[in-house]
């Protein structure tokens, strides 16, 4: 009977001992199950990472880097889905503009690019857009024709002019209020240059380089075809007592400083934008834009070469 019990006994020992290495094998088996599992996850991961990185930040593609050239490419795709006056065709002079100019934030790139400022004054010569109407653009890359004179020339009423001076009418009729209210307040606001055809402007270009050489004056009077003056929407001004171009001096200066651009009218060539304009600062030349153009400069201030790229060269 001993005998017996102490057989079973060994019997379930037995049994026991062969229970707890079964769960051994399992418990193991399990956790090497465990171990192959996370390291799929691991590399699965890993790999999913990096394509991550190539797709997003464009450091490693390949392993290898972005050339500087790829990533302002890049970088101009990402500006072009916010600034509607990207241009596609521009973007190789937007990345040489940028080498050139490191430090010139990519908006104003793109912006001096249009204009054309890339490029020499007067390299190139494109037809003034939007020819009689207060939008248009004479520049050093925009010009009128021999024969392009504006529609709709009027003389300006005597009493805000010096001699027979002839504006498009309706900046004439915006000079004559602003004269006028300028007057009611005690400011003398004057014409004493308006209106001036293709070929009186190339007597008067030719005479200043006979004088100064051409570069000197192509800081301060434009080639035929390139003036302001031939759109018949720009003036020069005095203030009767001093010459026009001391005006910058004078109060009524001042004046025109607060409010010209209520009759529509701004300041074309300041101090600051000499490098867009290609001309020295003339306190005394004014373009009609239309006030709805003139407020917007007001308040922001910018050359119409600017503005016309932001918002008219579509
Ligand atoms: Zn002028």
Do not use: C
Not at 11 to 32: A, E, G, H, P, Y
Not at 159 to 180: I, P, Q, T, Y
Not at 221 to 240: C, F, K, P
Request: charged share 30%; glycine share 4%.
């Amino acid at each position: 009977m001993n005998n017996n019990l102490n057989n079973i006994n060994d019997k379930t020992k037995i049994k026991s001992n062969n229970n707890k290495k079964r769960k051994k094998i399992i418990l193991v088996s399990l956790i090497l199950l465990m171990l192959l599992i996370f390291l799929i996850l691991f590399i699965f991961f890993i790999n999913n990472n990096k394509e991550t990185i190539t797709n997003d930040n464009n450091q490693v593609e390949n392993n290898k880097p972005l050339t500087e050239l790829e990533k302002k490419l890049l970088e101009l795709e990402n500006i072009n889905e916010k600034l509607d006056f990207f241009k596609e065709e521009n973007i190789d002079r937007y990345i040489d503009y940028k080498n050139n100019n490191p430090n010139l934030d990519l908006e104003k790139v793109i912006v001096y690019v249009n204009i054309g400022l890339d490029q020499e004054f007067y390299s190139k010569s494109y037809p003034s857009p939007n020819q009689n109407t207060s939008k248009i653009l004479t520049n050093k890359f925009y010009s009128l024709t021999e024969d392009y004179v504006p529609n709709d020339l009027e003389t300006i009423d005597s009493n805000f002019s010096s001699g027979s001076k002839e504006m498009v009418k309706e900046a004439k009729d915006a000079f004559e209020k602003m004269a006028k209210d300028a007057k009611s307040e005690g400011y003398n606001i004057r014409a004493v240059s308006t209106y001036r055809s293709y070929e009186y402007q190339e007597k008067l270009y030719s005479n200043y380089v006979k004088a100064d050489g051409v570069e000197k004056a192509d800081t301060y009077s434009a080639r035929a075809g390139s003036s302001e003056h031939q759109t018949g929407l720009a003036v020069d001004v005095d203030n009767i007592t001093l010459s026009y171009t001391s005006f910058g001096k004078t109060k009524e200066y001042e004046w025109m400083q607060k409010n010209a651009y209520k009759y529509g009218f701004i300041l074309r060539y300041t101090k600051e934008a000499e490098f867009i304009t290609g001309y020295q600062e003339e306190p005394w030349h004014y373009r009609y834009v239309g006030t709805e153009i003139s407020t917007y400069i007001q308040n922001n201030p910018m050359t119409y070469e600017e503005y016309f790229v932001r918002f008219l060269d579509k």
